[in-house]
C-alpha cells in the first residue's frame, strides 16, 4: 500500500489528513455526549396477555360468514330439440 501512496504521490497526486471520527460523520465530529451507553437499569415489562386474548375473543365471536370461494360449476347435460319439438341430442354446457 505504501507503493501505491508513493505513486499516487510523485504523478502529482495529495494525500488529505482527516482526524479520527469526523469522515463518517455529516456534520461534523462526534461529541462525547451523542454517545449511547447501554448501562441503565432494565424498565419493568407490561405483560399484554388479557389484551392479546380480548383480541382472539372479539375474532372468535364475529360472525362466521365463509367466504365464498371461486368454484367452477359443473357441465350441465342439456336436451336440444329440433323444430318440431322431438329431442335430437344431449349436449353440455359449461
Known sequence: MNQDVLSFESTGGHVEEINSGVSGVVGGPLKAQETVIFNEKKEPRSYVNDVVAAIDSRKKGGTNKKLKTNTTK??????????FGEPLRWVWDE
Open 74 to 83: 359443473k357441465p350441465q347435460r342439456r336436451l336440444i330439440y329440433d323444430d
